[in-house]
């Protein structure tokens, strides 16, 4: 597996309290990626970045934010978590080519009550 | 926008049953790719196919990529409890966007 480490590993967080993920990769890999998993929904893409300080939405962006200041580290942001974001998430990464092979870190579950 | 829809949502077997995941994308695709999860783990490439009608084999799994490049099959022979896990795929399309299905998840009865 590429070197992508996520952290925290888990999380429990009450409702309304801002959360924040981190994806850190050691493969100078210049795409990064950010799901989230629920039963039924498969992979759902929530942000993804291109390069440093570039970033865009993807498909269930709402409540979510990005940032990539370096290209080693991928940070999610939830500003004010909510029930509906309890999940599992996942960074992955990419390296030349964006439709290339994808490298999954080991994953976040984050609980919100 | 671009859907991968896969089919069956799950799939319980027992040992030494086959087994196929399918995968039929919207628009057509510049490659598929495979993905399995084990229980609580993550996400790991399996194989990418590129080519109209290309087949490819690893072992007991076999990939096919439909002369449309527009569908895609994953089987696998004779099932074993080791292949247990969801498998992903996830299409790729020329403007540089890779969605993935929505998973197929299998259980194998020993």
């Known amino acids: 597996d590429a070197g992508i480490t996520q952290s925290p590993r888990h999380k429990v967080t009450e409702t309304g309290t801002p959360v924040t993920l981190r994806c850190h990769q050691t493969?100078?890999?210049?795409?990064m990626y950010w799901y989230r998993q629920d039963p039924g929904h498969g992979l759902r893409l929530i942000h993804y970045?291109?390069?440093?300080?570039?970033?865009d939405k993807g498909e269930v962006s709402d409540g979510y934010s990005v940032s990539r200041s370096k290209t080693e580290d991928f940070l999610l942001t939830l500003e004010s978590a909510t029930s509906s974001q309890t999940s599992v998430y996942f960074c992955?990464?990419?390296?030349?080519?964006?439709?290339?092979?994808?490298?999954f870190g080991p994953g976040t579950r984050l609980t919100v009550l | 926008g671009q859907q991968v829809m896969q089919i069956p949502q799950y799939q319980h077997v027992q040992e030494g049953e086959d087994f196929t995941t399918y995968c039929n994308s919207s628009?057509?695709?510049?490659?598929i790719q495979w993905y399995k999860q084990r229980p609580g783990g993550h996400p790991v490439f399996l194989i990418q196919?590129?080519?109209?009608?290309e087949v490819k084999k690893q072992k007991r799994l076999t990939f096919q990529f439909g002369e449309a490049k527009k569908n895609s099959s994953l089987h696998i022979t004779a099932t074993q409890t080791t292949d247990v896990g969801t498998y992903f795929c996830a299409g790729g399309t020329s403007y540089g966007k890779l969605t993935f299905g929505q998973g197929t998840i299998l259980t194998v009865h020993p």
């Open positions: 628009t057509t695709l510049s490659n």
């Open positions: 196919l590129v080519k109209s009608g």
């Open positions: 992955a990464t990419t390296g030349t080519d964006s439709t290339d092979t994808q490298y």
């Open positions: 493969e100078n890999h210049r795409y």
């Open positions: 970045s291109y390069g440093v300080k570039d970033t």
